[in-house]
């Protein structure tokens, strides 16, 4: 199995519209970040967990050419909007697949109603087939089993999901510890550390170094980085020989 970091930003990007931070004015490759998402790849199959607005983008750098499913955190925009960008896999290979929890597929339906359309539908329009995620209860892709992992976005819930000896945590402020042992004996665990200084609805880099030591898997990858957290290069060399700054176009192997 291969995942490959489409995007490592926070829902800004780095750098950031109009702002000087020295991070943002960094050469450095790994120092610009696309909105977070992830491909993973085994067999022929192709999946991508979120679909924010640099998707097109993505998908043109990993030269991705099949999409068998969507499996969505939570409904916030740099998880989400590029749902239109679906279309060029919609027209080879027909609707693509979705899994959320049913409260993102409603506000789905809102935003993107024309997806939805079964009247006056635009023969244009991307086409989706909607499945809904449930806490406990494990689902198929391809021919591996994911769990969903039950976690607070501050108020908000989200799902994490877990493959094999994978698992992929974004947007995480608090989880329970009936979730924390869904974790147990992973390989490689991406799990968000989004700056510094504590945040209310993020972990910060502290807390997702905590929580690596709670789990501990062999290796884990930060993911969901903001400007505030410093220099990529800077960063790495400080953090535990187990522990990695995902980067965009990053891809591993398990």
């Known amino acids: 199995m291969k995942v490959y970091f489409l995007g490592t930003g926070t829902s800004q990007g780095i750098p950031i519209i109009g702002v000087d931070h020295p991070v943002c004015k960094s050469a450095d490759s790994k120092d610009k970040r696309l909105r977070v998402s992830i491909c993973i790849t085994w067999e022929d199959y192709s999946f991508v967990i979120d679909c924010g607005p640099d998707f097109r983008q993505q998908m043109l750098a990993c030269e991705c ?3 068998d499913a969507i ?16 279309r060029p896999f919609n027209f080879r290979q027909g ?12 506000n789905l339906k809102k935003r993107f109603d024309y997806v939805f359309e079964t009247v006056n539908r635009y023969p244009g329009a991307p086409a989706v087939d909607t499945i809904e995620v449930v806490n406990d209860a494990p689902f198929v892709v ?9 976690v607070m976005h501050g ?21 329970a510890v009936e979730e924390i042992k869904k974790l147990n004996n992973l390989k490689v665990l991406v799990i968000n550390a989004l700056r510094i200084e504590p945040h209310n ?26 400007h505030l957290l410093g220099f990529h290069e800077e960063i790495a060399k400080k953090l535990p020989e187990n522990v990695f700054l995902a980067y965009d176009n990053l891809e591993i192997t398990l």
Not at 142 to 150: C, E, L, R, S, V
């Open 65 to 67: 050419k099949r999409l």
């Open 71 to 86: 499996l969505f955190t939570h409904e916030h925009a740099d998880h989400t909007a590029g749902l239109d960008d679906i």
């Open 95 to 106: 609707p693509i697949p979705v899994y959320a929890h049913q409260r993102v597929i409603d």
């Open 142 to 150: 391809g021919n591996k089993t994911a769990i969903p992992i039950n």
């Open 155 to 175: 108020d908000l819930q989200v799902f994490g999901y877990r493959i094999d000896d994978f698992a992929y945590l974004t947007d995480v402020k608090t989880i």
């Open 201 to 226: 609805t993020h972990f910060n880099l502290q807390e997702a170094l905590d929580f690596i030591n709670l789990v501990q898997p062999e290796k884990a990858y930060l993911t969901h980085i903001s």
